[in-house]
């Protein structure tokens, strides 16, 4: 593995720092919040003039999900970027506007009894749970059971026979259930690579939620005061602090190896179930800690706090948590 970053790369990031932080304010959040889907469409609006996602290579894109983690934007980086990433690996345009991935559930992208079917002339019939920016979708990349297995189907999303519901999550996102009768289909590629691609941009999103409650929690241990001290000199806070900063460590190291390893159209199944292993349980400790912490203050709608607590929950499940990693690398050992 590579462990250094090209400067275009380091470019990206800093970019995406630069236009998260200036505009994924907690005031302005709340704004959007009020809008009752957690979709800032001027901020989406401003990183699509930034980059065009259909240029950036998969080490890129993942170091501008870590930005947008970090300040958890309320923007569909992940799932739009992971279906572009697809569509250009396998020469397909990726120019209908923002995607959304309507996969089996969110824990599975290749469920044992498919949702949705196809027939030989790409039609489809099924539903489709919790599709992440799928109201706001112009297009769905839809994992289906075709005449010879699973794969990918590209389908507009107002196409007839498409018909969508809102769903909303803990952390307010506006999901979709969408409904297929008979809608019309192309067979784009494999169900198994959409699968990887939308796990790890997921785990780059995840690594940015991570190190921005770190860096949040920190902050507020080195200030708030309890019994005339501040409380991160306290050993059973400073050692909270201390294991999550190993997690993101961790964190780190595994997502970068599997996002290498697809970059390089390298087996990578293992790596990414690993990088997502490591997501899981380290967003699920760091947003427990972020809370603790905090106190009060965690879970106060006024505050910062509860944002890296709900993001890096959905995000723990999201294409399988914990257990279904380790079950998956276990699995692969065997084998």
Known sequence: MDFLFTPEQDEAAELAARIVGDRATPERMKEVEAGGDRFDRDLWAKLGDAFDWTELDLIELARVLVEVGRKVAPVPLAVHGACVAFLGGGGHPADAGLYAAA???????????????????????????????????????????????????????????????????????????????????????????????????????????????????????????????????????????????????????????????????????????????????????????TVHVHGGVGIDLDGEAHRYFTSAKRFEFLYGGATEQALAIGGDLAR
Do not use: M
């Not at 949702?115 to 919790?130: E, F, P, Q, S």
């Not at 297995?149 to 909303?168: C, F, K, S």
């Not at 996002?259 to 427990?288: F, M, N, P, Q």
């Open 103 to 289: 996969v089996a559930e969110e824990r599975s992208h290749l469920p044992s009894s498919p949702t949705v079917t196809a027939d030989g002339d790409g039609r489809l019939n099924g539903v489709k749970t919790l599709v992440r920016a799928g109201t706001a979708a112009d297009a769905l990349l839809v994992t289906a059971s075709g005449p010879d297995g699973p794969g990918v189907y590209l389908v507009d999303a107002t196409a007839g026979g498409v018909e969508r519901a809102v769903q909303h999550t803990s952390d307010g996102d506006a999901a979709a259930l969408v409904t297929f009768t008979d809608a019309p289909g192309s067979l784009v590629g494999d169900a198994e690579l959409l699968g990887q691609l939308l796990t790890v941009c997921g785990a780059a999103e995840q690594l940015g939620v991570t190190e921005g409650a770190l860096a949040l929690t920190s902050a507020y241990a080195k200030t708030r005061e309890q019994f005339g001290r501040p409380i991160g000199t306290f050993q059973a806070v400073s050692q909270r602090l201390a294991d999550g900063f190993i997690d993101v460590l961790g964190q780190r190291l595994t997502l970068w190896q599997a996002v290498w390893r697809l970059s390089e159209g390298l087996d990578a199944a293992t790596e990414v179930a690993v990088a997502k292993l490591w997501a899981a349980d380290a967003g699920h400790r760091l947003a427990h800690t």
